[in-house]
Structures are given as structure tokens and as C-alpha cells.
């Protein structure tokens, strides 16, 4: 092979290489895949987190701080990026937008959000969003409703599927569910910005309201008298799923409309509660799709 062919093919490769990072790198701020654990030179033990205001939420990472400066209700006081990070975000100059944007290093990004964040180089300072009554519900036939899922992480995964299935909003408590946190925004992978979440004081209440507005409010229990696909009788549902532990709690079994299980011919017959809710998102929407 002459020299001339070895370096074309060395460009090819490169060039080949440089879309391959590119495509891996969208779909990682999207969060298709994971993001690799960055090394820390120092120890969680070693971080100690500041006090946060009230009103004062840090919202990290690309895709998330992307969808978050998106969003014309959210309230933006600060953007702190590197230099590259900036330059991927693709929000033009900083003298030309209407917050200040700060040049700071990886380190300093840790010494606010820890040395286990994956914030990608990007941390937005942000009010929370506002408070969301159900007259905010939106005009969907799909609505999700959670009892007392405490882990952000999985709650994040939940908001990514209900945008997914085109779920109308997310209800949930104000006691024992996470508030609007970076950890709930970035396993959101920015749909947060994208669909209500709805916190209220008592769930029994809730589910009436919706049952006045025609919802079928079906909760989901692995000791469900029927599969879930044969328990819709209504245009409208309204899924509700119960906590990682103790599932959904006796007077919200006693307040749904209908208990229904998702059939597992295999072995393991339960599911953490994000990919349920994946499941039966999906299942619903075979079912309204049909019922057009």
C-alpha cells in the first residue's frame, strides 16, 4: 500500500471516528445510553454540599440544562459552564443572552454539585418551576398518578416515559416524592420541562377529583385480579403506581377505580416501578389507540 493510501485511510478513519463520538455523545445527552463515570480526585467523603435557598434549584448536565433554557416558565439566574461546554450547548454568545453565564473549571462545578455528578461541564441556577394545580392538567386521555414513589432517580425515569407515551401530566404528593432537585431534572434527561408535575395533599381527593373528570383510575398490583389489558372500560385512565417497597397504600387500592397486574410469563414476576410504568404507559396506549 503507498504512503498516500495509508493516509487516506488514516483521514477516512479519523473522520469516521469523529461521528461515531458525535452520535455517542448525542444519544448520551439524551439519555439513550450512560454516561461513563468521570474520575474524581476526590472522595464523596470529602464533599460537603452548601445550603440551598428555598427557591434556589442547580440543574446540571447538556441535555438537561438545554431543555431547562427552552422552557419559557423557568425562571434562569445563572449559567456556569467550561469553555467547551458552552461551545456544545449552541445557545450563541454569551453577552447576547438574557442571563449571566460564568466561565468556571470542572472542579468548581463539583464543589456545588459533589464529585459524583455527572454534570457534563454545565450547571444552571434556576427557580422552580411553578406550583401546578390539576386545572393545569393538559388535554390528554393519559394521566399518571403516583403514590408515594420516593426515589428522584426513578421518578426521573418515569417522566422521561409518561413524555414518551404522551402522558398529560404527572400527579404525585407533596409528602414522601421528590421536589424539582438537579438528581430529578438529570434522570428526567429534560423532560421535566416538558410535562406537569403536579404535587397534592391528599391522593384519595385527587382520584375523585379525576374520576369526576370520566379518568378509569387503575392501580397497578402485582396481586391484581386481571391483566391490565383487559381492564379498560374508559376513554380516559389515569395510571397509579405505588412506592419501590410497599406498593400502593390500602385507601388508594380502596379509591381506584379498578387493581390490575402486568402478566410475566417469566420467572421474575415484578418490576421496578419506572420500567412498570413504561410497561402500562405502552399497554394504555394500544388501548386508546383503539378506542378512537
Known sequence: MSKDSKQDKSGRDGHYAT???????????????????????KSNKDWKPPQLQ???????????????????????IRLSATQNAFARLDIGEPGSLPFPVEFVSPQDIDKVLGPEAIHQGVMLETRPLPARRLEALKESPL?????????????????????????????????????????????????????????????????????????????LDSEGPAALEGTFVADKVALVLGSEGKGLRQKTRETVTALARLDMPGAIKSLNVSNAAAVALYATRQHLAKAK
Open 143 to 219: 394521566l399518571l398518578v403516583l403514590d408515594q414513589v420516593t426515589d428522584p432517580h426513578n421518578v426521573g425515569a418515569i417522566m422521561r416515559s409518561a413524555v414518551a407515551f404522551g402522558a398529560g401530566a404527572i400527579i404525585t404528593t407533596q409528602r414522601h416524592s421528590p421536589t424539582e432537585s438537579g438528581v430529578l431534572a438529570k434522570s428526567a434527561s429534560g423532560a421535566l420541562e416538558l410535562i406537569p408535575y403536579i404535587q397534592i395533599t391528599n391522593l384519595a381527593d385527587a382520584l375523585g377529583e379525576l374520576h369526576k373528570l370520566g379518568f378509569q383510575t387503575i392501580g
Open 54 to 76: 428555598p427557591e434556589q434549584v442547580f440543574l446540571y448536565g447538556l441535555h438537561t440544562v438545554r431543555a431547562a433554557l427552552e422552557n419559557p416558565e423557568r425562571k434562569l
Open 19 to 41: 461521528l461515531r463520538r458525535a452520535v455517542r455523545d448525542a444519544k448520551r445527552e439524551r439519555g439513550e445510553i450512560p454516561t461513563p463515570q468521570q474520575k474524581r480526585q
